[in-house]
């Protein structure tokens, strides 16, 4: 049995992309692995956050979580900060990180374009974090999308960077990119990648839309002017995002598609297509709107903030000793 760790920011209302890139896959894979599944709320600190919308953030994608497979008896859902190891380890390995390679993250040179002084110093020190989330777990695997790779390429370098230094203790985790549906790009723009802080809401599925609302949102999607539906990310990058869309939510491969309306056009695509994400996203809804302000949800989360706990805080006494902090006793 192998450890797997995902973690997802409570930054707003889960996607489509979210759903199909990432928490789709997860019900499958804690059917035969030890999975941990984090709702990082310290990473979600990077940027400025409104502090009850944030609480609310986190409580929602608990639900959604639950709502859509993940199993509490199978799986270990918690929130990062009810664990107080991440932080605590997140220091260690930030002393043996350097600011150069952190300054190479895609990510921190996209933010910081506009120059350093109003970015935050966490937003440079995110990737240690996120390398301390996974390595207290001894986690094997990390499924994620393409945009995390390179923090996750860190994550390996820190974790045998402590190995050679201190004690060989930490696993370096290998990356798991799923093959259909690992990025899903904006509606609007498909040369984007779809985000639920995207400042256009016509550019993304929220999991909680109602059905005429994704109808709406996949009417309004960008195509182009040949009206054939054709899987060509270099040429049809819009049908192509949307073929991915449908081929993830209805189980058929994109072949299957592209022969079925062939001679169909658009509109007719575009009608189906909505009705195939509703037909996805109508039961987690059900089961959301159950779990969402329920002593039962707050009753997994106590459960799973003690079984990470359990586990990090043995992690974050091996990876203390090798450093050599705290203090010798004698007592017995």
């Known amino acids: 049995m192998q450890t797997i760790f995902s973690g997802i920011q409570p930054s707003g209302t889960l996607t489509i992309g979210n759903f199909l890139g990432a928490i789709q896959h997860f019900v499958g894979l804690q059917e035969e692995n030890n999975c941990y599944f984090c709702i990082v709320d310290e990473h979600a600190i990077t940027v400025p956050q409104d ?99 390179q923090h996750l390429e860190l994550t390996r370098h820190i974790a045998e960077r402590f190995n050679n230094r201190f004690n060989d203790i930490f696993t370096a985790p290998e990356i798991s990119i799923p093959k259909v549906g690992a990025r899903i790009m904006s509606l609007q723009d498909p040369t984007k990648k779809m985000s639920k802080s995207d400042e256009n809401e016509k550019a993304y599925i929220s999991m909680l839309d109602d059905p005429k609302r994704i109808e709406k949102k996949i009417k309004s999607a960008v195509t182009d002017s040949e009206g054939v539906v054709a899987f060509d990310q270099e040429n049809k990058p819009a049908i192509s995002n949307l073929l991915t869309i449908y081929a993830s939510c209805s189980g058929k491969s994109i072949e299957a598609l592209e022969t079925e309306y062939m001679d169909k056009g658009y509109g007719t ?15 987690i809804q059900d089961r959301y709107h159950e779990l969402i302000n329920s002593d039962a949800l707050d009753d997994i989360l106590d459960t799973g903030a003690e079984k990470a706990s359990y586990q990090a805080n043995k992690m974050l006494r091996k990876a203390k000793k090798a450093m050599g902090l705290g203090r010798v006793t004698n007592k017995r």
Request: hydrophobic share 40%.
């Open 269 to 283: 695509f575009k009608q189906d297509l909505a009705q195939a994400v509703i037909n996805v996203l109508q039961p």
């Open 51 to 149: 502090r009850l919308e944030l609480r609310q953030n986190i409580r929602s994608l608990a639900a959604l979580y639950l709502a859509s497979g993940i199993d509490p008896e199978k799986s270990t859902l918690f929130i990062q900060s009810e664990v107080p190891a991440h932080a605590q380890l997140n220091w260690m390995l930030q002393s043996i990180s350097y600011i150069g390679e952190l300054e190479r993250m895609t990510q921190f040179k996209d933010k910081s374009t506009g120059g350093k002084e109003g970015v935050s110093a966490a937003l440079l020190t995110y990737p240690p974090l996120m390398a301390a989330d996974i390595l207290l777990y001894q986690t094997d695997i990390v499924p994620v999308g393409e945009d995390q790779k």
